[in-house]
């Protein structure tokens, strides 16, 4: 087995366990008399940085008990007798994880559906037949790309409650990218905009990243906006 494998496999145990237990005993810097302490303490290091995100963010994780997580790891590492044979373990988790990430999306569909709903009655707020709102911030005067064009723009994307997971002016650099090879929104509300425009976008799920999400701030069927500065199509 791959050290890569071995690490993943290992994760959730380690980081979310281990995380949990209130009192394991383990206080201030571990003593490392020799080689192959430190290159266990160098395997928990990799373990614990490269999987914390993943873990604090995966649903459902929150809901488990650490205690028996600890228990049976330690049983099945040791090849002490386990109470769930590994041949029936996968099948046990895929089930758990895939209806908490049903009731997730579910989640998310509902409360973007009565968001747009709530948003298509505002001033200035005008509904697509594909369910894409926008609402013009400023209004340019240059031309229109096409989906075979690329185009620089700025942007500012957040999640409906507000929570900002990617923006090229946090970042002071302006993106350039075909205008045929983003989100479907994106795609259809550029082929509308000048040059020139600000537009704020509010995406359906469905014109977004749909039941996969993308990344750990956009969730599976989640509903985005963003802030859309057209600065000018470039030529190729």
């Known amino acids: 087995m791959k050290l890569r494998v071995f690490i993943y496999a290992s994760a959730l145990v380690l980081s979310v366990g281990v995380a949990g237990c209130q009192n394991s005993g383990i206080k201030g810097d571990t003593k490392?008399?020799?080689?192959?302490?430190?290159?266990?303490?160098?395997?928990?290091?990799?373990?614990?940085?490269?999987?914390?995100?993943?873990?604090?963010?995966?649903?459902?994780?929150?809901?488990?008990?650490?205690?028996?997580?600890?228990?049976?790891?330690?049983?099945?590492?040791?090849?002490?007798?386990?109470?769930?044979?590994?041949?029936?373990?996968?099948?046990i988790i895929q089930t758990y994880f895939t209806e908490i990430a049903k009731a997730e999306a579910d989640k998310n569909i509902k409360a973007g559906e009565e968001f747009l709903a709530a948003n298509a009655s505002k001033s200035g707020v005008v509904t697509l037949p594909s369910g894409l709102q926008y609402e013009i911030i400023t209004a340019g005067t240059g031309s229109k790309p096409t989906p075979a064009d690329q185009v620089k723009c700025h942007y500012h994307g957040t999640t409906i409650d507000g929570k900002v997971?990617?923006?090229?002016?946090?970042?002071?650099?302006?993106?350039?990218?075909?205008?045929?090879?983003?989100?479907?929104?994106?795609?259809?509300?550029?082929?509308?905009?000048?040059?020139?425009?600000?537009?704020?976008?509010?995406?359906?799920?469905?014109?977004?990243?749909?039941?996969?999400?993308?990344?750990?701030?956009?969730?599976?069927?989640?509903?985005?906006?963003?802030?859309?500065?057209?600065?000018?199509?470039?030529?190729?």
């Open 165 to 236: 997971f990617d923006s090229s002016v946090d970042r002071g650099e302006p993106a350039v990218f075909p205008v045929g090879n983003v989100i479907p929104g994106w795609t259809e509300a550029l082929q509308l905009m000048p040059v020139g425009s600000k537009w704020k976008l509010f995406i359906p799920a469905a014109l977004a990243y749909g039941e996969r999400g993308a990344g750990a701030d956009i969730k599976p069927n989640s509903t985005l906006i963003f802030e859309v500065e057209l600065l000018e199509i470039v030529k190729m």
């Open 32 to 91: 490392l008399a020799n080689n192959n302490d430190s290159v266990s303490y160098a395997l928990g290091v990799l373990i614990g940085e490269n999987n914390k995100q993943q873990m604090k963010d995966a649903p459902g994780v929150d809901q488990l008990d650490k205690k028996i997580i600890i228990a049976a790891f330690q049983k099945a590492f040791l090849g002490d007798s386990v109470q769930i044979k590994a041949d029936n373990a996968n099948g």
